[in-house]
C-alpha cells in the first residue's frame, strides 16, 4: 500500500521555482517525489513543511538532487537532514511566512 504524499508546483514570493510536498517520504513514493524534482527546472526550493515522515528512500532522492535544490524544512526534520550529512550539501532555512506559493 502506498503512503499518501502531495506534490504541488508553484513558485517563491520572489519567483523562485517551488515543489511543495506533504505527507510522508517513504519507499513507497519517492520515485514520485524523484520524478517532480527531475521535471522542474533547477534551482528549485523544495518546502518539507509539511512532511510528517521521511524516511532514507526519500533522503537518497534528496541527496541525489543536492546540487540543485534548497530545502524549506521544518524543526521535526532538521536533525534527520544534519545526521544524514545533507544539511552540508544544500541549504536548509526554516519555514518564513513569506514562503508560500504565489501560482500553482
Do not use: C, K, W
Not at 508546483?9 to 520515485?31: C, H, K, Y
Not at 526519500?58 to 541527496?63: A, D
Not at 524549506?72 to 550539501?89: C, E, F, Q
Request: hydrophobic share 45%; net charge negative.
Amino acid at each position: 500500500m502506498s503512503t499518501q504524499l502531495t506534490l504541488t508546483p508553484g513558485r517563491t514570493a520572489d519567483g523562485s521555482t517551488l515543489l511543495t510536498v506533504a505527507g510522508e517520504i517513504d519507499m513507497s513514493n519517492s520515485a514520485s517525489l524523484a520524478d517532480a524534482i527531475e521535471g522542474a527546472p533547477a534551482p528549485l526550493v523544495v518546502d518539507l513543511t509539511d512532511v510528517e515522515y521521511l524516511d532514507s528512500a526519500g533522503i537518497n532522492v534528496l541527496f541525489a538532487h543536492a546540487e540543485r535544490i534548497e530545502l524549506i524544512a521544518p524543526p521535526l526534520l532538521r536533525p534527520v537532514l544534519t545526521v544524514s550529512g545533507l544539511a552540508r550539501l544544500v541549504t536548509v532555512r526554516p519555514p518564513r511566512p513569506d514562503d508560500g506559493p504565489v501560482t500553482p
